[in-house]
Nanobody, 122 residues
């Protein structure tokens, strides 16, 4: 099993920045895909970004504003979010997938964190 714990969420004004962190523990492996998804009230969980080695994918809605990174020596992954918009407000989830290369579909992910709330005020 792999345990994922997110941190770094909070309240920010539109145009501001936040950095989310995800700490992985348990039977994690460096080759796992690490990703961020988000879910706003009344909406489905949607893909934000994923990374596996040199493979990185971003949702069109965040490309150019968000940056995903990982530190395998610390079993950490990060999501730097800049130029935040009210539409970015959601609960953000860290996820890990054992298989595939930078998948973007939630069902492809095996492990999930509990989520961290990001609130963007206009």
């Amino acid at each position: 099993q792999v345990q994922l714990v997110e941190s770094g969420g909070g309240l920010v004004q539109a145009g501001g920045s936040l950095r989310l962190s995800c700490a992985a523990s348990g039977r994690t492996r460096n080759w796992y895909n690490m990703a961020w998804f988000r879910q706003a009230p009344g909406k489905e969980r949607e893909f934000v970004a994923t990374i596996r080695g040199a493979y990185i994918n971003y949702a069109d809605s965040v490309a150019g504003r968000f940056t995903i990174a990982r530190d395998n020596t610390r079993n950490m992954s990060y999501l730097q979010m800049n130029s935040l918009k009210p539409d970015d407000m959601a609960v953000y989830y860290c996820a890990a997938a054992r298989f595939g290369t930078a998948p973007t579909i939630p069902r492809d992910y095996d492990y999930w964190g509990q989520g961290t709330q990001v609130t963007v005020s206009s």
